[in-house]
């Protein structure tokens, strides 16, 4: 599970790279902010993480860490992860990271990788539309948020890798998926929120929503 994990996420990684849109893009906006580069010693990054849907009667609520071990004087760190509980738990690295928040990209795997389990396709066809979309213009929004009992400014950026797809016809239910990714630099880590919502195609009310939102960091 670890190396599969691993492996995918050096995948998704590769074309979050320089975005030529005139717009603000995921890429200018997450990839490129350095939302990790404040970060000069260990610590445990904690996430909840919240599933739920039309057919979930219950959402499920649980926690998900980030842990940057070591910090290197050039400024790379070490990540493990250690995410969820029980039978879902699942614990992997290191990420050698040093600008970016790699639990962006673990996020984003998570998701591409079930959704392949869901439809049986093949989730290199999800991964892909996912990082065509990093570079495109995005909705871009300012807004205030509150954390930890403050209030700061912070910017939410949306992507719909699918909507204009023509082999997204194969999987209809995703046609409208948008993700969500709420930045700050204000907050630990630079990550406020990240979330993958799928509105029912036909009612347009929500079908599915995944998302992980900063809660603390200790050190």
């Known amino acids: 599970m670890r190396h599969r994990i691993l492996a995918a996420l050096a995948g998704l990684a590769l074309l979050a790279?320089?975005?030529?849109?005139s717009a603000v893009s995921v890429t200018e906006g997450v990839f490129d902010a350095n939302l990790l580069s404040p970060v000069k010693e260990p610590g445990n990054f904690h996430y909840r993480y919240e599933l739920k849907g039309k057919t979930i009667p219950d959402p499920y609520v649980g926690q998900a860490t980030m842990q940057v071990r070591e910090v290197?004087?050039?400024?790379?760190k070490q990540v493990f992860f250690d995410l969820f509980e029980?039978?879902?738990?699942?614990?992997?690295?290191?990420?050698?990271?040093?600008?970016?928040?790699p639990i962006v990209l673990v996020f984003l795997q998570l998701d591409v990788n079930e959704m392949a389990n869901l439809t049986?396709?093949?989730?290199?066809?999800?991964?892909?539309?996912?990082?065509?979309?990093?570079?495109?213009p995005a909705e871009d929004e300012r807004i205030e948020i509150?954390?930890?009992?403050?209030?700061?400014?912070?910017?939410?950026?949306?992507?719909?890798?699918?909507?204009?797809?023509?082999?997204?016809?194969?999987f209809p239910a995703f046609k409208d998926k948008i993700y969500e990714f709420v930045v700050a630099s204000e907050v630990p880590g630079?990550?406020?929120?990240?979330?993958?919502?799928?509105?029912?195609?036909?009612?347009?009310?929500?079908?599915?929503?995944?998302?992980?939102?900063?809660?603390?960091?200790d050190r």
């Open 17 to 21: 790279g320089a975005s030529t849109a």
């Open 72 to 76: 290197a004087a050039n400024g790379e």
């Open 86 to 101: 029980g039978e879902a738990r699942r614990e992997f690295g290191p990420i050698a990271a040093v600008e970016q928040n």
């Open 120 to 136: 049986g396709g093949a989730a290199g066809y999800f991964q892909q539309q996912v990082r065509k979309a990093f570079n495109d």
């Open 146 to 170: 509150e954390v930890a009992g403050q209030k700061i400014q912070a910017q939410r950026l949306r992507m719909r890798p699918y909507r204009n797809d023509p082999q997204i016809d194969r």
């Open 190 to 217: 630079g990550l406020v929120r990240i979330a993958a919502t799928t509105p029912d195609p036909v009612t347009g009310e929500l079908f599915l929503e995944k998302s992980l939102t900063f809660v603390s960091l």
